[in-house]
């Protein structure tokens, strides 16, 4: 079992910064493919972004490019997301997950496949 914990939302405006956090305990973290996911009301739950378990490979969601910054520091077991320059269109619930890989430079991106998630932590973005 893995349990997280996420941290750091809040109510900014646009063109601010936040950076969210995603502790993790249970199971060896530095074996854990990593990503970060947001739910906005009335839509479903969408992929942002993910990070290997080396830390080496990361991909995002084309609306965040070049705004947001996946990261993990393996001795503190948690993982980042840098969200620069936010928009109202960023305003949702962002929860993390986790699931065990066996290839250090794997990026998972599919939802169903991550096996534990986090409670989740809400980002609004006013205008």
């Known amino acids: 079992q893995v349990q997280l914990v996420e941290s750091g939302g809040g109510l900014v405006q646009a063109g601010d910064s936040l950076r969210l956090s995603c502790a993790a305990s249970g199971r060896t973290f530095s074996s854990l493919g990593l990503g970060w996911f947001r739910q906005a009301p009335g839509k479903e739950r969408e992929f942002v972004a993910a990070i290997s378990p080396s830390g080496s490979v990361t991909y995002y969601t084309d609306p965040v490019k070049g705004r947001f910054t996946i990261s993990r520091d393996n001795a503190k077991n948690t993982v980042y997301l840098q969200m620069n320059s936010l928009k109202p269109e960023d305003t949702a619930v962002y929860y993390c997950?986790?699931?065990?890989?066996?290839?250090?430079?794997?990026?998972?991106?599919?939802?169903?496949?991550?096996?534990?998630w986090g409670q989740g932590t809400q980002v609004t973005v006013s205008s």
């Open positions: 997950a986790a699931r065990t890989v066996y290839n250090s430079r794997y990026v998972e991106v599919e939802r169903w496949r991550y096996d534990y």
